[in-house]
Protein backbone atom coordinates (compact mmCIF):
# COMPACT_ATOMS: atom_id res chain seq x y z
CA UNK A 1 0.00 0.00 0.00
CA UNK A 2 1.27 3.61 -0.48
CA UNK A 3 0.81 6.22 1.82
CA UNK A 4 0.64 9.93 0.63
CA UNK A 5 -0.07 11.52 4.08
CA UNK A 6 1.23 10.65 8.00
CA UNK A 7 -0.21 12.11 10.44
CA UNK A 8 1.73 12.09 13.72
CA UNK A 9 0.08 12.26 17.11
CA UNK A 10 2.36 14.13 19.23
CA UNK A 11 2.45 15.03 22.94
CA UNK A 12 5.08 18.44 24.93
CA UNK A 13 7.47 15.85 25.89
CA UNK A 14 10.98 14.98 24.29
CA UNK A 15 9.72 11.44 23.69
CA UNK A 16 8.27 12.72 20.53
CA UNK A 17 11.65 13.02 19.03
CA UNK A 18 11.10 9.13 18.80
CA UNK A 19 7.82 9.26 16.47
CA UNK A 20 9.36 12.40 14.64
CA UNK A 21 12.09 10.31 13.69
CA UNK A 22 9.78 7.09 13.30
CA UNK A 23 7.71 9.20 11.02
CA UNK A 24 10.50 11.13 8.63
CA UNK A 25 11.78 7.75 8.15
CA UNK A 26 8.51 6.78 6.40
CA UNK A 27 7.53 9.92 4.99
CA UNK A 28 11.38 10.08 3.39
CA UNK A 29 10.48 6.90 1.85
CA UNK A 30 7.50 6.95 0.93
CA UNK A 31 7.49 10.41 -0.80
CA UNK A 32 4.46 11.36 1.78
CA UNK A 33 3.30 14.46 3.17
CA UNK A 34 3.99 15.23 6.72
CA UNK A 35 1.60 16.29 9.55
CA UNK A 36 1.61 16.57 13.23
CA UNK A 37 -1.45 16.92 15.88
CA UNK A 38 -1.15 18.05 19.02
CA UNK A 39 -4.96 18.22 21.42
CA UNK A 40 -4.26 19.53 24.45
CA UNK A 41 -6.80 17.28 26.62
CA UNK A 42 -6.05 18.86 29.98
CA UNK A 43 -9.20 21.50 30.18
CA UNK A 44 -11.27 19.68 28.28
CA UNK A 45 -12.72 21.10 24.82
CA UNK A 46 -12.03 25.01 25.05
CA UNK A 47 -11.91 25.59 21.55
CA UNK A 48 -13.67 22.60 19.66
CA UNK A 49 -11.90 23.32 15.97
CA UNK A 50 -8.39 22.17 15.19
CA UNK A 51 -5.84 25.14 13.90
CA UNK A 52 -3.26 24.45 11.33
CA UNK A 53 -1.30 26.92 13.33
CA UNK A 54 1.13 26.64 10.09
CA UNK A 55 -1.61 28.57 8.31
CA UNK A 56 -3.39 30.45 10.44
CA UNK A 57 -2.38 34.06 10.95
CA UNK A 58 -3.37 36.37 13.80
CA UNK A 59 -3.28 35.44 17.35
CA UNK A 60 -3.95 31.38 18.62
CA UNK A 61 -6.47 30.99 20.92
CA UNK A 62 -3.85 28.35 22.69
CA UNK A 63 -0.99 28.24 25.17
CA UNK A 64 2.03 30.30 23.98
CA UNK A 65 4.24 27.58 25.25
CA UNK A 66 2.74 25.25 23.89
CA UNK A 67 2.60 26.70 20.11
CA UNK A 68 6.68 27.13 20.96
CA UNK A 69 7.19 23.68 21.81
CA UNK A 70 5.07 22.34 18.47
CA UNK A 71 7.50 24.94 16.13
CA UNK A 72 10.31 23.45 17.80
CA UNK A 73 9.27 20.03 17.47
CA UNK A 74 8.85 21.10 13.26
CA UNK A 75 12.00 22.82 13.23
CA UNK A 76 13.43 19.17 14.88
CA UNK A 77 11.82 17.33 11.60
CA UNK A 78 14.09 16.40 8.95
CA UNK A 79 11.03 16.32 6.37
CA UNK A 80 8.87 19.28 5.73
CA UNK A 81 5.50 19.84 7.78
CA UNK A 82 2.19 20.69 5.57
CA UNK A 83 0.19 21.10 8.39
CA UNK A 84 0.87 21.28 12.59
CA UNK A 85 -2.77 21.26 13.85
CA UNK A 86 -3.60 22.11 17.22
CA UNK A 87 -6.47 22.08 19.25
CA UNK A 88 -8.22 20.97 22.69
CA UNK A 89 -10.48 17.94 23.52
CA UNK A 90 -10.12 14.87 22.69
CA UNK A 91 -8.31 13.31 19.30
CA UNK A 92 -10.51 10.57 18.85
CA UNK A 93 -13.44 12.81 18.91
CA UNK A 94 -12.08 14.75 15.75
CA UNK A 95 -9.84 12.06 13.87
CA UNK A 96 -12.17 11.05 11.47
CA UNK A 97 -13.11 14.09 10.05
CA UNK A 98 -9.66 15.52 10.48
CA UNK A 99 -8.47 12.71 8.63
CA UNK A 100 -10.64 13.06 5.58
CA UNK A 101 -10.55 16.66 5.24
CA UNK A 102 -7.13 16.54 5.17
CA UNK A 103 -6.38 13.04 3.11
CA UNK A 104 -4.31 11.42 5.63
CA UNK A 105 -3.66 7.55 5.37
CA UNK A 106 -1.99 6.86 7.94
CA UNK A 107 -1.39 7.50 11.29
CA UNK A 108 1.22 7.22 13.89
CA UNK A 109 0.73 7.48 18.05
CA UNK A 110 3.35 6.55 20.84
CA UNK A 111 2.20 4.25 23.59
CA UNK A 112 4.39 4.46 26.65
CA UNK A 113 5.11 1.48 29.07
CA UNK A 114 4.03 2.80 32.16
CA UNK A 115 1.03 2.48 34.76
CA UNK A 116 -0.77 5.05 33.81
CA UNK A 117 -0.84 3.68 30.20
CA UNK A 118 -2.23 0.25 31.46
CA UNK A 119 -4.57 2.11 33.47
CA UNK A 120 -5.70 4.66 30.59
CA UNK A 121 -4.69 4.08 27.15
CA UNK A 122 -4.78 7.04 24.47
CA UNK A 123 -3.62 4.93 22.23
CA UNK A 124 -5.92 1.99 22.70
CA UNK A 125 -8.36 5.04 21.86
CA UNK A 126 -7.19 5.92 18.59
CA UNK A 127 -6.54 2.01 17.17
CA UNK A 128 -10.30 1.70 18.49
CA UNK A 129 -11.53 5.06 16.33
CA UNK A 130 -8.67 5.29 13.56
CA UNK A 131 -10.15 5.27 9.88
CA UNK A 132 -6.96 4.85 8.61
CA UNK A 133 -3.82 2.22 9.43
CA UNK A 134 -1.97 3.26 12.52
CA UNK A 135 1.50 2.63 13.62
CA UNK A 136 1.94 2.58 17.43
CA UNK A 137 5.36 3.44 18.63
CA UNK A 138 6.39 2.08 22.23
CA UNK A 139 7.99 4.42 24.01
CA UNK A 140 9.89 3.42 27.27
Same mark, same amino acid.
Not at 12 to 27: E, P, Y
Not at 43 to 58: A, M, S
Given at each position: ????? *? $?????? #????? *???? @? %???? &????? %?? $? ?14 ? $?????? !? ?13 ? @???? &?? +?? !? ?9 ? =????? $????? %? %? ?5 ? *????? !???? #???? +? !? #????? =?? #??? =? ?7
Amino acid at each position: MEYKH *I $LVAIEL #SQDTN *ILID @R %ATFF &ANKLD %AD $LSFVYIDGTHGEIYPE $LVDIKQ !HTGELPFNEDAVKQL @RDFE &AY +SE !HNIKHLFMGTG =DLTDK $LKETV %A %ANQVDFL *ICGHH !HDFW #SKII +S !H #SKQLI =DK #SPV =DILVVPIE
